[in-house]
């Protein structure tokens, strides 16, 4: 797997571009609330949406306890150097997307702005990570443009087609983006025993993603 070297820190090249794909997300979000927010709610949206990926960088580096725990109870220093790896960064991304939903609550009647901008930053930074992934990254060239392209495309039709103008419309995104996602990776990703009743953590993530959303889909709260 590719490594880059960082001072005395060796890191996966994924998880950098990953890095860079969430600055990316941060800095569009930003100016996309400078001309559509007003002051004082773009500042509040902002700081919910870094304070979420913060919080995901946190569970992140402590999934490791939870996933290896016998890797930190040798070495805790450990939790300085390592990851909980893929499965690790989803615990972090339903924490930090738990988190984002319960506080978009407290903000009443601009709900629905604060909704498209998550997903904007969302779309943003998956499209950012993919379209990086295909110049640096040697394996699943294919899956990864195809990721690329289908997550602009869904991210362009939702806003022409006035779907990220509802959460309704934005439901119907997030169930469309999860059925797809989910058919790349059953016909384009070799899982091996990475599995549990026939889906691997990323897809059963995506499972629940639809699951919820089509609870809440044509709620009106």
């Given amino acids: 797997m590719e490594i880059i070297q960082i001072a005395s820190i060796a890191i996966l090249l994924k998880w950098f571009l990953l890095g860079i794909a969430i600055i990316l997300g941060l800095v569009v979000v930003h100016f996309y609330m400078k001309v559509t927010f007003?002051?004082?709610?773009?500042?509040?949206?902002?700081?919910?949406?870094?304070?979420?990926v913060f919080l995901g960088f946190i569970v992140w580096k402590g999934s490791l306890l939870l996933l290896e725990p016998t890797v930190v109870i040798k070495s805790p220093l450990s939790l300085l150097y390592f990851t909980g790896g893929s499965n690790g960064l989803l615990i972090a991304i339903i924490f930090s997307i738990t988190n984002f939903l319960v506080?978009?609550?407290?903000?009443?009647?601009?709900s629905l702005q604060v909704w498209k901008s998550g997903i904007l930053f969302i779309f943003v930074v998956l499209s950012g990570y993919h379209i990086l992934a295909i110049f640096f990254l040697e394996n699943n060239l294919l899956y990864h443009l195809l990721n690329a392209v289908g997550t602009i495309i869904l991210l362009l039709f939702g806003y022409y087609r006035k779907y990220l103008f509802s959460l309704k419309g934005i439901f119907t995104i997030i169930i469309i983006f999860s059925f797809y996602r989910m058919i790349l990776s059953f016909a384009l990703l070799e899982h091996g025993g990475n599995q549990f009743l026939m889906f691997t953590f990323e897809q059963w993530f995506f499972v629940g993603a639809i699951l919820i959303s089509i609870f809440y889909w044509d709620r009106k709260k």
């Fill in 103 to 110: 506080k978009a609550k407290t903000f009443n009647h601009s």
């Fill in 38 to 52: 007003e002051n004082e709610l773009r500042k509040k949206v902002f700081e919910l949406i870094s304070n979420s």
